[in-house]
C-alpha cells in the first residue's frame, strides 16, 4: 500500500470487516445486553437529518468499499505528538469527569487524557485487531463496534439506546465520511441533553479514501464544512459550536506542507440541544 502523504492531505485509521447485509456490522468483544435485545425487537429508527450539503462531492479516487481498503491493521497515530498532546487537552477541557464515551472512527488508541475517570469508553472502528488493542475500551470494560458508515451512516443495532453518551468524539476520520449529516444527526439520538460531539481533523489523510470535496478544500474550509454538517444534523446548538486550534493559519498550513513545525490542529465542538423536538429521537 503507498504510504500517507502530505498533500494537503494523507492518513487515517482503521481496517476490516465483513458484511451481513447491508448493515455491515459486528459487536465484538461483548454479548448484546438484554435493553439492546429489547431495543432492537422494538425496531429503533435512526434520527433524520434534517438537510443536505450540496456543494459537497462525495466521490473518492478509491471507491472500493472500505472494507477492502482498512483489511489489514494499521497501528500508526497518523498525526506528530504535539497534536495527539493538543487532542487531549480538548477532551480534559471538554468532557466530564466519569463519563460515557464513544470514540467513533477509532483504532489501537483513543488519546483520552489519564487526569479524567471514564465510566465507559465504546469504541468503533473497521479493524478487529486494532480495536482489540484499544486500552482504554478494556479498562473500562467497553464495547468494540464495527460497522462501515459508508454503508450504514447511523447507529442503530450498535448503540439503540437514546441519550447514553456524555461525549461522542471522531478524530481524524470524519473525511471519509460520505453522508456525515445523516451520522451526526444519529449521534443527536445518543448523546444527552447538552451532550458534546467533539470532531478532529489535520492535514493528513489517506487522500485516495478521503472525500473529492474534503481535499479540494482548505483546512478553514473544512472547518465551515463541519458546522455545515451540524446545521443539516439538527440537535445542535448552532450558536454554541467552538472551532479550537490554529490550523486555519495560512501560515500554519504552509509551515506543515513543508514538514517544517507541528501538524495543523483543528477540534470543531458542538453541544446537543437541551430538548430535541425531532420526532426520531
Not at 19 to 31: L, R, V, W, Y
Request: proline share 5%; with cysteine; net charge positive.
Amino acid at each position: 500500500m503507498t504510504a500517507f502523504r502530505r498533500f494537503p492531505v494523507v492518513l487515517f485509521i482503521i481496517a476490516t470487516v465483513k458484511f451481513q447485509g447491508s448493515h455491515a456490522f459486528f459487536s465484538i468483544f461483548s454479548a448484546p445486553s438484554t435493553a439492546t435485545q429489547q431495543s432492537t425487537l422494538l425496531k429503533v429508527e435512526p434520527r433524520l437529518p434534517i438537510g443536505r450539503v450540496k456543494s459537497l462531492d462525495r466521490r473518492k479516487v478509491d471507491s472500493r468499499p472500505d472494507s477492502m481498503f482498512y483489511e489489514q491493521p494499521k497501528f500508526v497515530t497518523h498525526t506528530d505528538q504535539q497534536f495527539i498532546e493538543r487532542l487531549r487537552k480538548v477532551y480534559e477541557q471538554q468532557l466530564p469527569d466519569n463519563a460515557t464515551i464513544l470514540d467513533i472512527c477509532s483504532s489501537h488508541v483513543s488519546h483520552l487524557p489519564t487526569t479524567l475517570h471514564y465510566k465507559r469508553v465504546d469504541i468503533h472502528g473497521m479493524n478487529v485487531d486494532e480495536l482489540k488493542s484499544n486500552p482504554w475500551r478494556s479498562i473500562t470494560k467497553g464495547k468494540a463496534f464495527i460497522r462501515d458508515f459508508n454503508e450504514n451512516p447511523t447507529l442503530v443495532g450498535l448503540c439503540d439506546q437514546r441519550q447514553e453518551y456524555d461525549a461522542v468524539l471522531c478524530a481524524l476520520g470524519i473525511q471519509y465520511i460520505q453522508e456525515p449529516e445523516a451520522l451526526f444527526a444519529d449521534v443527536a439520538r445518543i448523546l444527552k441533553p447538552n451532550g458534546k460531539c467533539i470532531i478532529t481533523f489535520s492535514n493528513r489523510f489517506f487522500y485516495e479514501k478521503a472525500l473529492t470535496g474534503w481535499i479540494e478544500r482548505g483546512m478553514l474550509e473544512r472547518t465551515g464544512l463541519i458546522k455545515s454538517y451540524f446545521q443539516a444534523a439538527g440537535g445542535y446548538d448552532l450558536d454554541s459550536i467552538q472551532v479550537v486550534g490554529d490550523g486555519t493559519s495560512v501560515w500554519k498550513q504552509l509551515m506543515s506542507a513543508g514538514g517544517i513545525g507541528s501538524d495543523p490542529f483543528v477540534s470543531v465542538i458542538a453541544t446537543k440541544k437541551a430538548a430535541d423536538i425531532s420526532t426520531r429521537i
